[in-house]
């Protein structure tokens, strides 16, 4: 949960009445409009001692949150901010101006743009990471922004405590699926953890039969197969995902990446589709193949901005004005339109597994992907319509080919020529919604670069 410090701040000369209920409007309005939980300090006025300064510093230090929101509700001294605020340089801070109201036919105001526009270039000026926003009167409350913010705040703090596991690395040789090492930890906290796929395989002797006869149970029960399949492939796919789980509960990981093509598929014999769709029921993970880290991180940071389980999908074709982006394999329940639908078939020289075949949600997407060049991060970012697409099909299928899981999106702030000169790997993180602001928030909070 997003844990967010509120503290108000206005003149000793106001009265403190008035400052009484502009404090309690604005946390209101938090806790009615905001996710997560609120921590209040209270009200800090400029008094000659600081005791209202120093008692929300205790406050706020009890609380550990994510963000603190700087909310003035009338013109305060600069110094006054700065005593609290220093003592959390380290948060992401959202200033927040409130504003003034009407009274018997004329506008009453504290003077809360006079305190944030003083205070705003100082937190310019001693660097701190933050956001300015302010009221307008007879205007809604700016709740979308202080959201977008929050949660750009949430998802910074979250990845640094994130593990990705990854079986194996670089599949198939791929180039932009790498990652280093250093500037990953260093920059986001995140630590990518590789293993073995032969931790699996020996895992597997230690499984519960009975935990593996329930996942058989689960697949036949909750999964619409498209036509019959053998239970020995649905028990292999079963047995797989715990063996992993084991992994994932050993070490807590959030995301995981498995070696695909020169892996599961090559040296076992098995596309691991099913595997992916059972380590998200299982275990709540988020699921990408082909040891796609910087795929994963991103996952990482769109789930925690949008609160979704987040589906990776690839560019199949180009149009005039719009792109097919689909997967080969699975996507997570979250994003699918209706029931989980699977299809016993085989790719090429490849043996028999199964293949999810069910449709993915539409309307609007945030599609995303971390990209790392020349020492630096950037995120490549675009807004899009997602609608069904057209009746299509991967050549090398068994026939009769599956219609994939897959969309059309169509980008709505750029052109297909514009996205495709920035365009930044072959894999897409897609959620739902439109959540630019909250992702500019994030690259500005993190100094990435925004494509």
Not at 383 to 396: H, I, R, S, V
């Amino acid at each position: 949960m997003k844990k967010i410090g509120l503290v108000c701040f206005g003149e000793v000369n106001t009265p403190y009445e008035r400052l009484v209920i502009k404090h309690d409007h604005a946390l209101k309005t938090l806790q009615e409009g905001v996710t997560g939980k609120v921590y209040d300090a209270g009200i800090v006025i400029d008094d000659p001692a600081y005791e209202t300064a120093d008692a929300a510093i205790e406050k706020l230090r009890a609380a550990d949150a994510d963000c603190l929101i700087v909310c003035v509700i009338g013109w305060v001294p600069t110094h006054a901010v700065i005593r609290v605020t220093d003592k959390f340089r380290h948060l992401p801070m959202l200033l927040w101006g409130l504003c003034g109201w009407r009274e018997r036919g004329k506008l009453i105001t504290t003077a809360d743009q006079a305190g944030t526009t003083a205070i705003r270039p100082a937190f310019e000026a001693m660097h701190y990471r933050f956001k300015y926003i302010y009221s307008i009167i007879d205007k809604p409350e700016p709740i979308d922004k202080i959201e977008a913010f929050t949660n750009a705040a949430y998802a910074a703090r979250s990845l640094r405590d994130a593990r990705v596991g990854t079986m194996g690395y670089r599949d198939m040789l791929l180039y932009g699926t790498q990652y280093e090492g250093n500037s990953m930890r260093g920059k986001f906290g995140v630590e990518i953890e590789p293993f073995e796929m032969l931790e699996m395989v020996q895992n597997i002797e230690q499984l519960d039969p009975e935990e593996v006869k329930k996942g058989v149970s689960f697949v036949q029960d909750n999964w619409k197969f498209e036509k019959p399949c053998d239970d020995e492939v649905v028990e292999k796919g079963v047995k797989y995902a715990l063996a992993i789980g084991r992994k994932i509960k050993e070490r807590g990981y959030k995301a995981i990446t498995l070696i695909d093509v020169d892996g599961m598929k090559k040296l076992l014999g098995f596309p691991p589709a099913m595997v992916f769709m059972l380590l998200e029921h299982y275990y709540g993970v988020l699921t990408i193949p082909e040891n796609d880290v910087m795929g994963a991180v991103t996952q990482l940071i769109a789930s925690d901005i949008s609160g979704q389980i987040v589906p990776y999908l690839e560019y199949y074709e180009f149009f005039e004005k719009s792109m097919l982006i689909g997967v080969p394999d699975f996507i997570p329940k979250a994003a699918t339109d209706g029931e989980v639908h699977v299809l016993p078939t085989a790719f090429g020289l490849l043996s028999a597994s199964l293949l999810n075949v069910s449709k993915l949600k539409t309307g609007t997407v945030t599609c995303l992907r971390l990209v790392y060049k020349d020492g630096a991060y950037y995120m490549h970012m675009y807004l899009a319509e997602a609608k069904a697409p057209m009746p299509w099909e991967e050549c090398g299928w068994e026939p009769p080919a599956p219609q994939l899981p897959s969309l059309e999106v169509e980008p709505l702030d750029c052109t297909v020529e514009e996205f495709a000169q920035k365009v930044s790997g072959q894999h897409v993180i897609v959620c739902y919604g439109d959540h630019r602001e909250s992702v500019q928030d994030f690259c500005k909070l993190m100094n990435i670069e925004l494509i």
